[in-house]
């Protein structure tokens, strides 16, 4: 297994594409690309060829940019097998437990309903990288469009046992806005003081809060800690399932 360069590139208004680069193969992929534009000229920049698209869901923020770079560049896309209709130009379908492979890199496949129906993550281990889309974010996790509250708290669950060095890939820099809903369910918890402070003094600097990693998530993302008591006592609903817990947190967040 080979690891990976990875490149965050912002694209639209606050959404975050990936090119991954696997040095001794010299195989590149891009993560989500909203857009053609800023992908060809970051990959010319390097004198990088593309060679796969890799989706994660079928928004259009997320797959916008797919038939431009496959016009382009001859790329292949690989995105959600369960999805595959709402995938513009797919060309190999993918579902939980399949391998999508960069060179010698190669990426876990595990299915994270919720957002949308078919949304997929991929879990690179040996980069420790984890893409995970609009499922899980920073302080965060995605709106529940098309999933109900109980498939996005499994869903959820599958990624918080990764590694606590994985890196938190994700679609979006909402961490600003997240850390101020997070500090009203859970003001006391020292991780998530530690991580708003950290957050400001990059946004103030115009720095990226992404990737972050699982173990910071895992003590400071209230959506990540449904199943604690503190959590449960804060909304007020001691002895109810961790998932009507995440229920009630995602309804105050859409309201907030
Ligand atoms: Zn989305
Ligand atoms: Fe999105």
Redesign the pocket.
Known sequence: MSRLTIHQIPLLQDNYGYLLHEPQAKVTAVVDPAVSEPILRALAKRDWSLDYILNT?H?Y??TGGNLELKRATGCKIIGPRHDSDRIPGIDLGVSDGDTARIGGAEGEVIAVDG??HGHIAYWFRESRALFC??TLFSLGC?RLFEGEPEEMWESLKRLRILPDDSLVFC?HEYTPANARFALSIDPDNPDLLARVQEVEKKRTKGQSTVPSTLEMERRANPFLRADVDAIARAVGMQGASPAQVFAEIRRRKDAF
Request: net charge negative.
């Open positions: 869901h928004h923020d997320h957002h949308t889309g609009d995605g679609g």
